[in-house]
């Protein structure tokens, strides 16, 4: 496989990722049982893992979406987050469940709850497909983990790469 004329190998096939969102969904159902859970999925990223967690909850929940910025196209986080698209929904006094496709640097992930918890929901807590421990520079791990990944640039399964590899079925990782 080539991306962007880079060759990239599976890092994670379908079948595995299948199993891993059905495994998180039970857990989140189980947690949160017989309690109102607004789901926000952070955009683009997410949408695909969103959408398939969702499903496999088996039980009827809110969503919304927002949408924030730090990767700007490249390969490497710019550092600075941007908040471009903000929920319409009110969360104060509610169960929020943050999901996003990764979790590198931390700073997004962090920003985000920080904002969050400023509008008095009564829970936030985060879940994410990937996780990259090795690039962690803020102090902030996610609730739900699917996969502990190395640091190596993914694509696929919603994933991008300046808007390229996000419908692939796999996830890849880019050789450089």
Known sequence: MEIKGKKAEVLIPEREIREKVKQLASRITEDYAGKDLLVVGILKGSFIFLADLVREMGRDVQVDFMQVASYHSGTE???????????????????????????????????????LYGRKPSSVKTCVLLDKKERREVDYDADYVGFVIPDRFVVGYGLDWGEEGRTYRDIYAVLT
């Not at 319409?88 to 996003?100: A, F, M, S, Y």
């Open 77 to 115: 986080s710019s550092g600075k987050v941007e908040f471009l698209k903000d929920i319409g929904t009110d969360i104060k006094g509610r169960n929020v469940l943050l999901v996003d496709d990764i979790i590198d640097t931390g700073r997004t992930l962090k920003a985000v709850v920080e904002v």
